[in-house]
């Protein structure tokens, strides 16, 4: 194996000392400028790597933030992710981002794993069956900034990133409302979530303001997959009394959700108008267009980052434990029965 490169090697090979090559290294202005220009050039010509990892543990900090969301094949996530690296790469941060595949046990080791390559700070978005957030006692315990986004849980050493889902919920079911459904079925995830939760609260809401009765039957619990939209729509066409309306809590299964349900002939949204959640480009490529609402995950990612950020260059507390995102309805030929 090939020997690894040193600052005494490169000082030998240029006849200086150690420390000014060390320093031309690290630009200092103590160096003449064609003395740095010589020092980078043979380091690279040496092929000399440097050691960040010991640097920073000489100064404690590591130029890293961890990143935990429950899954990577996500249209939303990936925004998130893209606003979070826009953000903490123009500030000197590099992220390391492992997903939770929707599993408390993953969850737990991605924070151990995390904790284990003293990351700066965290943010988190939870699994789907997290009961507790006791694994991050870790990060808490040592004032190692903790930020929830989307999947969040009230902590009070801890910011969350949310939209208004309660609102957001039952926008979308007043808007089915307005458009003459009756029976509005709801497809949603686990309400362990604030953000199924919340918005399964928003719906049974916008029932109760309209004096329409809500209906267990029309409320299908699932992992929110493509097959699980199928799946969804099978079993709302199988009821004794089918729904008139759908609102699916992400776009993945609406549209899914819509693709059977044309299949079985329904025509939509005459018979049957649907509504997704998060706006993902699925929703303008189904026909009908989907109906659905807008979660800026961009920038909810570039808030997480900068909030997690300010915390650390300036020692900040979590002065705001909740900040909420504006969201809004785009309404679509999926549920437009009233032109």
């Known amino acids: 194996m090939s020997k690894q490169i040193t600052i005494y090697d490169i000082a030998e090979a240029l006849q200086l000392s150690p420390a000014t090559v060390s320093r031309g290294l690290k630009d200092h202005p103590a160096i003449r400028k064609d003395t740095r220009k010589r020092i980078v050039d043979k380091a690279r010509e040496m092929g000399y790597q440097q050691n960040h990892f010991a640097s920073n543990l000489r100064k404690s900090k590591s130029n890293t933030i961890g990143v935990i969301v429950p899954r990577l094949n996500s249209y939303f996530m990936a925004s998130v992710i893209s606003g979070m690296e826009?953000?903490?790469?123009?500030?000197?941060?590099?992220?390391?981002?492992?997903?939770?595949?929707?599993?408390?046990?993953?969850?737990?080791?991605?924070?151990?794993?995390?904790?284990?390559?003293?990351?700066?700070?965290?943010?988190?978005?939870?699994?789907?069956?997290?009961?507790?957030?006791?694994?991050?006692?870790?990060?808490?315990?040592?004032?190692?900034?903790?930020?929830?986004?989307?999947?969040?849980?009230?902590?009070?050493?801890?910011?969350s990133i949310v939209i208004d889902n309660f609102k957001a919920g039952y926008e979308v079911t007043q808007h089915l409302i307005d458009q003459?459904?009756?029976?509005?079925?709801?497809?949603?995830?686990?309400?362990?979530?604030?953000?199924?939760?919340?918005?399964?609260?928003?719906?049974?809401?916008?029932?109760?303001?309209?004096?329409?009765?809500?209906?267990?039957?029309?409320?299908?619990?699932?992992?929110?997959?493509?097959?699980?939209?199928?799946?969804?729509?099978?079993?709302?066409?199988?009821?004794?009394?089918?729904?008139?309306?759908?609102?699916?809590?992400?776009?993945?299964?609406?549209?899914?959700?819509?693709?059977?349900?044309?299949?079985a002939g329904i025509r939509i949204p005459e018979q049957i108008a649907v509504a997704g959640f998060?706006?993902?480009?699925?929703?303008?490529?189904?026909?009908?267009?989907?109906?659905?609402?807008n979660y800026p995950g961009q920038e909810m990612g570039e808030l997480a980052a900068a909030t997690l950020i300010r915390k650390l260059d300036r020692n900040e507390g979590s002065s705001i434990n909740t900040l909420v995102l504006r969201h809004d309805l785009i309404v679509r030929e999926s549920s437009l029965r009233k032109k």
């Open 86 to 159: 826009k953000v903490a790469n123009a500030a000197g941060y590099n992220l390391i981002i492992s997903q939770s595949i929707e599993s408390k046990e993953k969850e737990f080791t991605n924070v151990k794993t995390l904790y284990d390559s003293r990351v700066d700070g965290l943010l988190v978005s939870l699994a789907y069956d997290t009961e507790d957030i006791s694994h991050f006692d870790l990060f808490l315990a040592k004032g190692i900034p903790l930020i929830f986004f989307d999947r969040v849980f009230e902590h009070p050493q801890c910011t």
């Open 278 to 293: 998060n706006n993902d480009p699925l929703s303008k490529v189904i026909e009908p267009n989907l109906t659905t609402l």
């Open 180 to 263: 003459g459904c009756k029976r509005i079925a709801h497809v949603t995830g686990n309400i362990m979530r604030n953000v199924y939760s919340d918005r399964l609260r928003g719906y049974k809401q916008a029932l109760a303001n309209a004096g329409l009765p809500f209906d267990e039957a029309l409320v299908y619990y699932c992992n929110l997959s493509e097959q699980a939209g199928a799946e969804a729509a099978s079993h709302l066409l199988a009821l004794p009394h089918p729904p008139d309306g759908v609102f699916c809590t992400n776009d993945t299964t609406a549209v899914n959700c819509m693709r059977v349900l044309k299949q």
